[in-house]
């Protein structure tokens, strides 16, 4: 009996950025709501789904960790190949994670057929000694041409907003 049955949307969402930046602890918060240094450690293609709901359609978010596998490029390649989403993550407290968010997208450019929706997130703002003033941020996001939102998977600021803000831009641009 599927008269019941929903049916979603479905799309892929990466998140992306250099090492520690905090992929897994956005993921984790936003999927089971806890923060803490006892998430399981996600290696190889383990994804996560989540629902969430855009203007009374039901959407499901599949959400694919690429932490710990920052430096195998071909392997995160055949998971963002297949994203219709990136969170691309940097840290406010180390400025080379901002500065790397280019790389990240070149490397995006190169390898995929249909560009993805992008959303710069930086993440720890809840930390005292940030590195990276908001308007950098901001200035790199505009340069890029994509939205940009501060985030902090620890005080839980702005992580829901970011996976919701990001299946909107998927689901008014497709
Ligand atoms: P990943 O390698 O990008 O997946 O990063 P992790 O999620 O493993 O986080 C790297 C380190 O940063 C860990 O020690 C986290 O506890 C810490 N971290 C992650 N998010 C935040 C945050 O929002 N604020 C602060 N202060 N630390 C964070």
């Not at 920052?70 to 963002?80: A, C, F, G, H, L």
């Amino acid at each position: 009996n599927g008269a019941n049955k929903i049916t979603y949307l479905k799309y892929n969402i990466v998140v992306m950025g250099d090492p520690f930046v905090g992929k897994s602890s956005i993921i984790e918060r936003y999927v089971h709501g806890k923060y803490g240094p006892c998430y399981l450690q996600t290696i190889g293609t383990d994804y996560f789904k989540k629902e969430l709901e855009i203007e009374a359609n039901p959407i499901l978010l599949y959400i694919f960790d690429t932490a710990g596998q920052e430096d195998m490029k071909t392997v995160i390649r055949s998971i963002y190949r297949n994203a219709q989403g990136i969170l691309l993550v940097f840290d406010f407290s180390r400025h080379q994670t901002l500065r790397h968010i280019r790389e990240w997208i070149d490397l995006i450019r190169m390898n995929c057929e249909v560009m993805p929706e992008l959303l710069l997130v930086g993440n720890k703002v809840d930390l005292k000694d940030l590195k990276v003033t908001e308007d950098e941020a901001k200035l790199m996001a505009e340069s890029l041409d994509i939205r940009f939102i501060k985030a902090s998977a620890k005080k839980n600021q702005n992580i829901t907003e970011s996976f919701e803000q990001l299946a909107k831009q998927i689901f008014t641009n497709r």
